[in-house]
Every structure is written in structure tokens, then in C-alpha cells.
């Protein structure tokens, strides 16, 4: 009998220590990792970021269809105690049925010395250098890169766990967010070349909008933030894109993805505003 106990004493002691260790190695939950990774954004100095996004619409109104595709493709960097970024973005837009209104530019953008550097060229015509203060404007644009702007989609949102990624090489945790629509809307229409919409109506976002997602990705080791991905689908009808009545029954359906990665965080960055763009013309 004794060595029944035993036994039964010692089994007790490997289950209870089992779970002791399981529990040590499990995943926060989704409110602590949110906790966790505003915490470690705290630590960051510096960082990578790529961005990748795409725009399909799709339009009709008294017979005629109209349909557009924009495509995204960046990347940048940031120092957060400079207070420097540069970014260069790609954006092309394909117009099958109108050719004439096809494009694709290319965007260079710096801040530095709390100064705002930008150049937008063609393919065939290399644009000018101009400089500006820094504003809303400008930082709209530049917020696409801004991890701290883009953590902020966890604000007040409704989160899951999604089960650990190997996202390029970094073991990170998944969150599945129900984001405020309001924000997600801001965050997905600041991408460089993406069109603004400015539906600023929460009642109209509602409305509109019929799909909407967004995940967050951090390092499971550091909690630094690893990459952001949105989508979107709505449908407009001439009276919430505020079109005059006689387009009768037009309407126009917009699905919208983003993805943002961010990587080599305080790895050391050095961002030099180019040769040609120290002699820019100054703006308003």
C-alpha cells in the first residue's frame, strides 16, 4: 500500500509540475499582449518597414462601368529619437477601360532637421525636389511607416490569439482585431497613392463598409511589432459618395489590402537626405 502512495504521490508531482511548465511557456492572452507590445514600443529606436498595398474598384453609373487598380509598393525607415524617416513608394494605377487615365509615379519623401523633403517622378519626367514644414499633410503620409501609429489599431479594439507564425524567419504571436472602423478607415486611405475618401461620418463608415479586418503580428521573444495586415470592402451609392441625383441608380464597390512589415528594430540607421534634394525649393 505504501508503495501504491508512493507512486501515486510521485505521478501527482509529474502531472502538477507538467502543468506548472506549460503554463510558464504558454502565450499571453490577447489584452496582455497588447499590454506588452505598447510596453516594448517604448524600447524601439529605429527600425525597417516595407509596405505592400492594393486598391480594386469598380464602378457603374447610366450604363457606363468604369474599373481601377492601384497598387503599392514601399519602403523606408525611421529613427524615433531623430526623428528622421525616408520612404520610397511605387504606386501604379491600371484603368482597363479608360487607358488615358493609367499611371504609375514614384515618390521619394525624407524628414529630417524637422524639415519635409519630396519628390515625385514618371517614368519619363524625373520630378523636382521640394521642401516644406512639417504638417498634417505630410504627416499623413509619412504615418504608414509609423509603428507607433499603426500599434494604435489596438486601441479600444476586440481582440484574439491567432496561433504563433513564422513571419520571415521571426517566431511571432497573431492577434485578430475588431478594430474601431473609423480608425482602420484612417489608417488604410494615409497609404502613399491611395485615395482619400474622407468619410469622416461614423453612421456612413457603417454604412458602406460590409467587410473589414486587421491582424498584428509581434515578436514573441521582444514583443516588438512584426507586421500589420488591414482589409476592407465597401459599396458606395451616389448619395454617400454625394453625386447629383440624375446618376439614378450608380454605384461603386472598393476592396482595398494592406500589409506593413517591420523589422531589424535598434539595429542602428543612419538616414542622409540625398545630394540633389539639399538644394529643394522651398513650399508653403
Given at each position: ?72 509598393s514601399a519602403n523606408g525607415a525611421v529613427d524615433t529619437v531623430k526623428k528622421a524617416v525616408e520612404m520610397t513608394a511605387d504606386v501604379e494605377m491600371d ?190
Amino acid at each position: 500500500m505504501g508503495k501504491a502512495w508512493k507512486a501515486a504521490a510521485l505521478l501527482l508531482t509529474m502531472i502538477v509540475g507538467s502543468v506548472a511548465v506549460s503554463s510558464c511557456n504558454s502565450n499571453p492572452t490577447a489584452e496582455q499582449l497588447v499590454e506588452k507590445a505598447a510596453k516594448a514600443l517604448e524600447k524601439v529606436k529605429d527600425y525597417r518597414a516595407t509596405m505592400d498595398g492594393t486598391m480594386a474598384i469598380r464602378a457603374q453609373a447610366q450604363g457606363n462601368q468604369m474599373q481601377a487598380n492601384i497598387t503599392l509598393s514601399a519602403n523606408g525607415a525611421v529613427d524615433t529619437v531623430k526623428k528622421a524617416v525616408e520612404m520610397t513608394a511605387d504606386v501604379e494605377m491600371d484603368s482597363p477601360d479608360q487607358p488615358a487615365a493609367s499611371d504609375k509615379f514614384t515618390i521619394k519623401l525624407y524628414q529630417v532637421d524637422n524639415m519635409v523633403y519630396l519628390k515625385m517622378s514618371a517614368p519619363n519626367q524625373d520630378g523636382a525636389w521640394v521642401k516644406t514644414a512639417p504638417s498634417d499633410e505630410t504627416a499623413r503620409q509619412m504615418a504608414a511607416l509609423d509603428m507607433a501609429d499603426q500599434l494604435s489599431i489596438l486601441d479600444g479594439a476586440t481582440a484574439k490569439l491567432l496561433p504563433d507564425q513564422n513571419v520571415e524567419g521571426v517566431l511571432s504571436i497573431g492577434i485578430e482585431v475588431t478594430p474601431d472602423l473609423q480608425k482602420l478607415w484612417q489608417n488604410i486611405m494615409r497609404q502613399p497613392g491611395m485615395q482619400d475618401m474622407d468619410v469622416d461620418d461614423p453612421d456612413m463608415l457603417r454604412q458602406v463598409v460590409k467587410e473589414y479586418s486587421a491582424k498584428v503580428w509581434v515578436d514573441k521573444k521582444s514583443y516588438y511589432l512584426v507586421k500589420v495586415e488591414y482589409g476592407l470592402k465597401a459599396d458606395f451609392s451616389p448619395e454617400t459618395l454625394g453625386l447629383p441625383e440624375q446618376l439614378g441608380t450608380g454605384s461603386m464597390t472598393m476592396d482595398v489590402h494592406v500589409s506593413i512589415r517591420f523589422y531589424n528594430p535598434n539595429k542602428g540607421i543612419t538616414i542622409t537626405l540625398p545630394n540633389e534634394a539639399k538644394k529643394a525649393t522651398q513650399i508653403p
